[in-house]
């Protein structure tokens, strides 16, 4: 058995549910933007607790590369690595200076990086807009994906890598 991929015109809610249950413990993200240049950039992100509704949080300084990357409407991707699944979401990035969405989603995480608190001058909030997300989930953990590696190897056969799909948001 092969792993399953398929695309669908727009997410239904267990699909969109099933993305937010793979991300719910996840910290750090992998914020990748579009430099000036055209090149991308990744750099490791805090992933502001909030249910995945279709949008990501992220706080920044207002004078960074990336918040003047995004103000440029920037293309933007956010790659979780789990210990079982992997999950890409991308879309459009936006910064977001609402103050009370700020002190909303304010938490210990952004105190370590802005110590003056949600107040403190500079400090953005890069909302990410996702358009789609595909995830790969590999039931039964690491020695399930293990088994299928050695499997595949004796048996001559393919890969079986667990589950794959491409969700329109």
Not at 15 to 38: F, S, Y
Not at 59 to 79: G, T
């Amino acid at each position: 058995m092969t792993g399953t991929h398929h695309e669908q015109p727009h997410a239904s809610s267990d699909e969109v549910a099933t993305v937010r249950e793979l991300i719910k413990d996840e910290k750090i993200a992998m914020l990748t933007t579009v430099a000036t240049d055209g090149s991308l950039v990744s750099r490791p992100m805090g992933v502001q607790a909030v249910d995945f509704d279709g949008d990501l949080w992220f706080f920044a300084a207002a004078d960074s590369h990336k918040v003047a990357e995004i103000a440029r409407d920037s293309a933007a991707n956010a790659a979780f690595s789990g210990s079982t699944s992997w999950v890409s979401v991308s879309g459009r990035a936006a910064v977001v200076r609402d103050r009370d969405k700020i002190r909303e989603l304010w938490n210990t995480v952004a105190d370590a990086w802005f110590p003056d608190g949600p107040d403190t001058p500079g400090v953005v909030l890069v909302r990410l807009h996702a358009h789609s997300a595909e995830y790969w989930d590999s039931p039964g953990g690491r020695v399930a994906t293990l088994f299928s590696l050695v499997k595949a190897k004796v048996t001559g056969s393919r890969y079986d890598g667990g589950e794959n799909e491409t969700v329109e948001l």
